[in-house]
T-cell receptor, first 111, second 113 residues
Framework: ETGVTQSPTHLIKTRGQQVTLRCSSQ?????VSWYQQALGQGPQFIFQ???????GRGNFPPRFSGLQFPNYSSELNVNALELDDSALYLC??????????FGSGTQLSVL | QKEVEQDPGPLSVPEGAIVSLNCTYS??????FMWYRQYSRKGPELLMY????GNKEDGRFTAQVDKSSKYISLFIRDSQPSDSATYLC?????????????FGQGTILTVHP
């Protein structure tokens, strides 16, 4: 068990809606990263937060946004949902290093 | 062309077989190399982490890195049904966001008794 917890585990939304996904980092970890994993593909980097600031972003539009809180927990927000946003969203935490520890993810379905 | 290409496609082997999984990459700036295992409906779990070219062994797993050929491999000896999962290679560059890994598309491995 990695200690990274995500909620909810499953979510169904309709196109155009907004969604918030939550992540609690493993104890002692100060960096959180978010990934999108489409079916049959490897995870794709969305962004990373360190000390409550965005610290690196992948090729995702601004409607993907995030927050990191003082206790190192994090949120991923997606506005104006599109059908292609249907995927497994993974949160990973680390202590400022390359070894990431992933949660089990939130499965988002957009109808 | 994707930065990281992973092969083979879905792989089915008998218990006890030696499994070879491979990734090639195009970005010569990649310096850190990882292998993750992902069970169905779970997040990826770090198996191996290497920095330099050469071999690294951990139990039944051996990770191999050849930077000159931009090629990495994972070998699994004496494969077990519990090894059935998706295996993902991942890599990162020095000086970039540490959490920004570039993954291959994954290889689905099935080990049958």
């Amino acid at each position: 068990e990695t200690g990274v917890t995500q909620s909810p585990t499953h979510l169904i939304k309709t196109r155009g809606q907004q969604v918030t996904l939550r992540c609690s980092s493993q104890s002692g970890h100060n960096t959180v990263s978010w990934y999108q994993q489409a079916l049959g593909q490897g995870p794709q980097f969305i962004f990373q937060y360190y000390r409550e600031e965005e610290n690196g972003r992948g090729n995702f539009p601004p409607r993907f946004s995030g927050l990191q809180f003082p206790n190192y927990s994090s949120e991923l927000n997606v506005n104006a949902l599109e059908l292609d946003d249907s995927a497994l969203y993974l949160c990973a935490s680390s202590w400022g290093g390359e070894k990431l520890f992933f949660g089990s993810g939130t499965q988002l379905s957009v109808l | 062309q994707k930065e990281v290409e992973q092969d083979p496609g879905p792989l089915s082997v008998p218990e006890g077989a030696i499994v070879s999984l491979n990734c090639t990459y195009s970005n010569s700036a990649f310096q850190y190399f990882m292998w993750y295992r992902q069970y169905s409906r779970k997040g990826p779990e770090l198996l191996m982490y290497t920095y330099s070219s050469g071999n690294k062994e951990d139990g039944r797993f051996t990770a191999q890195v050849d930077k000159s050929s931009k090629y990495i491999s994972l070998f699994i000896r004496d494969s077990q049904p519990s090894d059935s999962a998706t295996y993902l290679c991942a890599m990162n560059t020095v000086g970039t966001s540490y959490g920004k890994l570039t993954f291959g598309q994954g290889t689905i491995l099935t080990v049958h008794p």
